[in-house]
């Protein structure tokens, strides 16, 4: 089993940035990659920045250029930068883990809410 707590939302103004981040416990050793994604009211859980393979990140195109996608301590703790945020960017952000045999586990999710 994988836990994930994740930190950091909260209300920004239009133009500000937030940094999240995501702590895994439990069996880390077994998780294969970390990211990021969100849900905003009445739309489907979307795919915000993952590591891929390796160190290779995918980010959604609507938040490239904004946000980056860090960790830190191999596969303990990953973060989210978010700069310039857009009201459109308010959401339930989620870290995710993938772990060996492709079994997912979500945090609890954290509320960003930028207003304009």
């Known amino acids: 089993q994988v836990q994930l707590v994740e930190s950091g939302g909260g209300l920004v103004q239009a133009g500000g940035s937030l940094r999240l981040s995501c702590a895994a416990s439990?069996?880390?050793?077994?998780?294969?990659?970390m990211g990021w994604y969100r849900q905003a009211p009445g739309k489907q859980r979307e795919l915000v920045a993952v590591f891929t393979s390796g160190s290779s990140t995918n980010y959604a195109d609507s938040v490239k250029g904004r946000f980056t996608i860090s960790r830190a301590n191999a596969k303990n703790t990953v973060y989210l930068q978010m700069n310039s945020l857009k009201p459109e960017d308010t959401a339930v952000y989620y870290c995710?883990?993938?772990?060996?045999?492709?079994?997912?586990?979500w945090g609890q999710g954290t509320q960003v809410t930028v207003s304009s």
């Open positions: 995710n883990a993938v772990a060996m045999g492709w079994v997912n586990y």
């Open positions: 439990g069996a880390i050793f077994n998780i294969n990659t």
